[in-house]
């Protein structure tokens, strides 16, 4: 038997601790029944819930002190929500819970924006995932390309689009920038052929409908016009304009449509400029000039010779054309003739001329006459006394023929000279002149004897008379016959107005 020593008051403690725990280890279910039926209970009192509820609140807020406790808190609250979570009606619930709790919160401004800076912040740290990046351009590309189904949508967002990029435009630098931005793109888009001649196709069509605006072709044309004329300025470029227009145009020309119609616009436009006189001299001479140096090659000549030949042969076949040249060459012919005869009757007067100035010449004269004198001597000498009287008859009736000839023309036109003193007709050979203002010089009493001097004026101070008046003025005197001596007409009549002066005076 173990010797019983008193025991200690600690040690008496620790043995009913002992006691109660294996107790409680063999009446488990027994003890924890009572004890939630006993608490259940107590808990029925409101008063004792509420202390109960206190007193968990500050076990809770002091267990939570401890970051141990607090973290492993959180991870049952998490695993638990979770677990939760998975019934939908739950979730469905908390969705809705938190909504209204969301837009709550939102109506007070100051959480507003605090949210906003929120996500703001949230937003970009999660952008600097290029994943997520990507992820919410696709996102927003395809709403975008949703929501732009709607026209009204589309309509409103070009004008929104229109008016920002008008107002980011005032901004030079932006202007400035744009424009690289666009000559970039468009260089690089124009690198594929496709586009390109999409873009040229484009361009064409557009500049075809502004071309039919009268205004803008005319502008349009006064542009070109003016570049042009700037461009040919530098001579590389005026020699690479011929260059290509050369070449184009003998490609053209390759084509017998356009070359048909071409020769037949030459040739208008040739003989429309042929009208002009000076263009066609000067088209003469520069064609006399080249055929000129042609033909100074001898093997040209003797070619063309032989053509013309051949062609004149094959023309002369044609009766038609036969006809024509036989009357050229009479024509021709007829024109020599009379240039001859021109040219010879202009060297008879020459020499007319000449014997006339010789003749005029007193000592030639009198050479001559003395010649012809001896001549006629000498041949009436050697003539036999009938020949002699013969010739002596035949020189007389020469004589009389050229007397009665030059009367003959003299009269012919009849008297239709009027001495301006006694106002009688009289034959050209009757009439002598005299220069009034010598007369009035000499005689200054004789301003009467220029009576009809106002019907027959004289331009050059010379005025006519007949032998009888030019010898009584030559003397001083005023001839009796003359019109101032009360012998002038009346006043004529009015029925014999209007008659020449001629007339007058045979009346
Ligand atoms: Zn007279």
Redesign the pocket.
């Known amino acids: 038997m173990p010797k019983l020593r008193k025991q200690s008051a600690l040690q008496r403690q620790r043995i009913m601790r002992q006691h109660l725990h294996s107790y409680r280890e063999r009446n488990l279910n027994d003890d924890r029944l009572r004890n939630s039926q006993q608490l259940a209970t107590r808990r029925q009192d409101p008063e004792y819930r509420e202390n109960e509820r206190e007193r968990d609140r500050a076990a809770h807020s002091t267990r939570r002190q401890a970051v141990n406790y607090r973290s492993a808190e959180q991870e049952r609250d998490i695993l638990a929500h979770s677990i939760l979570r998975m019934n939908s009606s739950y979730r469905a619930t908390e969705q809705a819970r938190d909504a209204l709790a969301h837009a709550n919160r939102r109506m007070d401004p100051t959480y507003r924006e605090e949210e906003q800076q929120r996500d703001t912040l949230a937003h970009s740290v999660r952008r600097m995932d290029p994943t997520y990046r990507e992820e919410e351009q696709q996102r927003d590309t395809v709403a975008h390309s949703m929501r732009r189904r709607d026209p009204t949508y589309r309509e409103e967002e070009q004008e929104r689009n229109t008016l920002a990029h008008s107002i980011h435009r005032m901004n030079a630098t932006f202007r400035e920038g744009e424009q690289e931005r666009d000559t970039v793109a468009r260089s690089v888009r124009r690198m594929d052929p496709t586009y390109r001649e999409e873009e040229q196709q484009r361009d064409t069509l557009a500049h075809s409908i502004r071309r039919m605006d009268p205004t803008y072709r005319e502008e349009e044309q006064q542009r070109d016009t003016l570049s042009h004329s700037i461009r040919r300025m530098d001579p590389s470029y005026r020699e690479e304009e011929q260059q290509r227009d050369t070449l184009a145009h003998s490609i053209r020309r390759m084509d017998p449509t356009y070359r048909e119609e071409e020769q037949q616009r030459d040739t208008l436009v040739h003989s429309i400029r042929r009208m002009d006189p000076a263009y066609r001299g000067e088209e003469r001479e520069r064609d006399s000039l080249a055929r000129s140096i042609r033909r100074q090659n001898e093997e040209y000549r003797q070619v063309e010779r032989e053509r013309d030949t051949a062609m004149h042969r094959v023309r002369r076949r044609n009766p038609v054309f036969r006809i024509m040249e036989q009357e050229r060459n009479t024509s021709a012919r007829r024109v020599t003739r009379q240039v001859a005869m021109q040219m010879q009757e202009a060297e008879n007067r020459m020499r007319s001329c000449r014997v006339l100035i010789h003749r005029m010449n007193p000592t030639n004269r009198e050479n001559i006459n003395m010649r012809q004198a001896l001549r006629s001597s000498a041949r009436r000498r050697n003539l036999s006394p009938d020949s002699r009287s013969q010739q002596q008859i035949q020189d007389t009736l020469r004589c009389r023929a050229r007397i009665i000839s030059n009367f003959c023309n003299i009269i012919k036109s009849g008297p239709t000279e009027v001495?301006i003193?006694?106002?009688?007709l009289?034959f050209v050979t009757q009439i002598k002149t005299l220069r009034k203002t010598f007369v009035l010089q000499k005689y200054p009493n004789l301003s009467t004897v220029f009576f009809l001097s106002d019907q027959f004026p004289s331009d050059n101070d010379i005025y006519k008379?007949?032998?009888?008046?030019?010898k009584i003025i030559n003397a001083g005197k005023v001839?009796s016959?003359?019109l101032s001596e009360g012998l002038h007409f009346p006043a004529i009549p009015s029925e014999l107005q209007g008659l020449t002066s001629l007339e007058e005076s045979v009346l």
């Open positions: 001495c003193c006694c106002g009688g009289w008379f007949c032998n009888t008046c030019h001839p016959m003359c």
